[in-house]
C-alpha cells in the first residue's frame, strides 16, 4: 500500500483520490471546505482543510512519509511551490516521486527549471487529451489508443459496430493480412470474457477488438477491420477551452474542423489563433444548430467543454444525426460509469490520463512500465528482459505466460553497426509480434496485455526484483 498526498481536490484530484483510494492510503488536501466535506460522504481516504502552499499543513499531512506527491490544483505556480516546499523541508533525499500539473507549455519544457523546484514528473492533461482525441479521429473506432516507441508502435482497443459485421465474420480473412501490413490481433473482448483470437472465432457486435501494430499502419488495419473505406473529412468540436483549441490546432491542417463554442468572445480569440478552423458561436446542444452545420455528415464528433452535460448531450445529439463517430470528454467518475452503456466512440477523462501517468511512476521502483486502458480491469505492462529471466532464448509464441497475460508485442534496440534497419529521424528500435520467429534476447522489452491489472504473476517468469 502506497502513501500518496494528492494536493488540490478539483475534478481531476477528486477523482484520481477516489480511484486510488480503494488500494491506497491517500491523503487529500485542499483550502475549500465545502469540496473537501463533499469528497468525505464519496470515498474513505485522509482529508486535510488548507492551503498545499503551507509548510505547516504539508507538515501535518504526513510528507515526509509520502510515496507520491501529486500536485493537480488550477495553478502551475501553486503546484511548483508545493512541490519546491516538499522537497525542501520534506524530502532532500529525493526518496518522493513529485508529479505537477503544469499547463504552460514554455515553462513545462524547461526541465532544469522543474526540477529545481523539486518536480520530477510534469504532465499536461488536457494536451494528452488532445493528442489522444486526435489520433483517434483518424482511427475510428479507437475506445483506447497507446503509443510505445516514439509513437512507432501503437496498441488500440476497438469496439465493432453492428454496419462492422458481415455474413463473413470470421477472423480469418483479417488475420491474414497481418504481416502484409504489419498488426497483430492480441484478443477480443467480450462482456467481462477475454477470448483467444482464433481464425474460426466470430465477430460479435460491441466486441472490443485489441490490436497491436506499427503506428503507420494502424488507422488502415483498423479500416479493414471494420470494413470502411472512404472517410469523410469534416470534424466537429464541441466547446473551445484549452482542449478545444489544442484539437483544433492538431487537425487543422488534415481536416475540415469546425469548433462551436457559445461565448462569443472566446469565439473571436480562437479564430484569432488558430488557422483554417471554422469558430463558430453557437450551442453544441442544440438540435437546429448541428443539423444547419450539417453534422449528419460529418466523420468525428469531439465533444471535450468543460461541462460533463453539454459533452454528453451534445454527443448523444450528434449520434442522432447519425455523425460517424463521436469521443466524449468526462470529469466526473460517475458519469464515466454510466457512459459505458451508450455506444460512444472515445471516454476519455483528465483523471484517466493522471492515474496512468502515477501508475507509471509507482511502478518504477519494479521494473514494470504499466499503462492503463480501461480503469477497471486491464493494463498494458512493459518491462525489459534480463539474463536470467526465463523467456530468453523462446519466441513469444512458445513462452508459457501466465494465465491472465496476452504478449502483444516486442521491442529491440538497432545495432549501432546497423543503423539502415530504421529511419534516421526515429530511435533505433525494431517491433516483433507474436507471430514472429525471433527469439527473444536480454535487453529485449516485452509488452504484454494483463486481464486484470495484475502485474504480480510476471515477476517470477521476468525475474525482476519486485519492490512493494
Not at 510534469?122 to 482525441?133: H, K, L, Q, T, V
Not at 497483430?184 to 472465432?201: H, N
Amino acid at each position: 500500500m502506497k502513501k500518496i498526498m494528492i494536493l488540490g481536490a478539483g475534478s481531476i484530484g477528486g477523482s484520481v483520490a477516489e480511484h486510488l483510494a480503494q488500494e491506497n492510503e491517500v491523503t487529500l488536501i485542499d483550502r475549500n471546505a465545502e469540496v473537501i466535506t463533499n469528497m468525505r460522504s464519496r470515498f474513505d481516504a485522509r482529508f486535510i482543510i488548507g492551503s498545499i502552499e503551507s509548510p505547516q499543513v504539508l507538515e501535518k499531512a504526513g510528507c515526509e512519509e509520502a510515496d507520491v506527491v501529486l500536485a493537480v490544483t488550477e495553478h502551475d505556480v501553486t503546484n511548483l511551490a508545493a512541490c519546491f516546499i516538499c522537497k525542501t523541508l520534506f524530502d532532500p533525499g529525493d526518496a518522493c516521486a513529485r508529479i505537477a500539473r503544469i499547463r504552460n507549455r514554455g515553462l513545462a519544457e524547461h526541465k532544469e527549471l522543474l526540477q529545481a523546484f523539486g518536480v520530477t514528473v510534469s504532465y499536461d492533461p488536457e494536451d494528452s487529451i488532445a493528442e489522444a482525441i486526435a489520433s483517434a479521429v483518424g482511427m475510428p473506432g479507437v475506445s483506447r489508443l497507446v503509443h510505445y516507441a516514439s509513437r512507432q508502435l501503437a496498441i488500440a482497443e476497438v469496439r465493432i459496430r453492428e454496419q462492422d459485421i458481415s455474413s463473413q465474420n470470421k477472423l480469418s480473412d483479417f488475420i491474414s493480412h497481418s504481416r502484409e501490413l504489419g498488426y497483430y490481433l492480441v484478443a477480443i473482448r467480450r462482456g467481462d470474457l477475454t477470448l483467444p483470437a482464433t481464425e474460426s472465432l466470430h465477430l460479435q457486435v460491441d466486441d472490443s477488438v485489441i490490436l497491436a501494430a506499427k503506428a503507420k499502419n494502424m488507422a488502415k488495419t483498423i479500416m479493414l477491420l471494420r470494413n470502411e473505406q472512404q472517410l469523410s473529412t469534416k470534424v466537429f468540436i464541441a466547446g473551445g477551452g484549452q482542449i478545444g483549441r489544442a484539437l483544433a490546432a492538431k487537425l487543422e491542417d488534415d481536416y475540415a474542423v469546425t469548433l462551436l463554442e457559445p461565448d462569443a468572445e472566446r469565439c473571436k480569440i480562437l479564430a484569432h489563433e488558430l488557422g483554417t478552423t471554422l469558430v463558430t458561436a453557437a450551442d453544441p446542444t442544440v438540435e437546429e444548430v448541428l443539423r444547419s452545420e450539417d453534422v449528419e455528415n460529418g466523420h468525428f464528433f469531439c465533444a471535450v467543454s468543460e461541462k460533463d452535460e453539454v459533452n454528453i448531450m451534445s454527443a448523444l445529439i450528434a449520434k442522432k444525426l447519425n455523425c460517424k463517430h463521436a469521443a466524449v470528454l468526462i470529469n466526473r467518475h460517475a458519469y464515466q460509469a454510466v457512459l459505458s452503456g451508450i455506444k460512444m466512440d472515445m471516454v476519455v477523462s483528465p483523471s484517466e490520463v493522471t492515474i496512468s501517468i502515477l501508475l507509471q511512476r509507482l511502478s518504477s521502483r519494479s521494473y514494470f512500465d504499466p499503462i492503463v486502458i480501461d480503469e477497471q480491469v486491464t493494463n498494458l505492462t512493459m518491462f525489459p528482459v534480463q539474463r536470467s529471466s526465463k523467456i530468453q532464448g523462446q519466441t513469444m509464441a512458445q513462452v508459457n505466460w501466465p494465465d491472465n497475460t496476452l504478449p502483444c508485442a516486442l521491442l529491440r534496440d538497432v545495432p549501432e553497426d546497423k543503423p539502415s534497419l530504421v529511419s534516421e529521424a526515429l530511435p533505433a528500435v525494431q517491433i516483433y509480434f507474436p507471430d514472429s520467429e525471433v527469439s527473444i534476447e536480454p535487453g529485449d522489452r516485452c509488452i504484454v496485455y494483463v486481464k486484470d491489472a495484475n502485474i504480480d504473476t510476471l515477476t517470477e517468469l521476468a525475474d525482476l526484483p519486485y519492490f512493494t
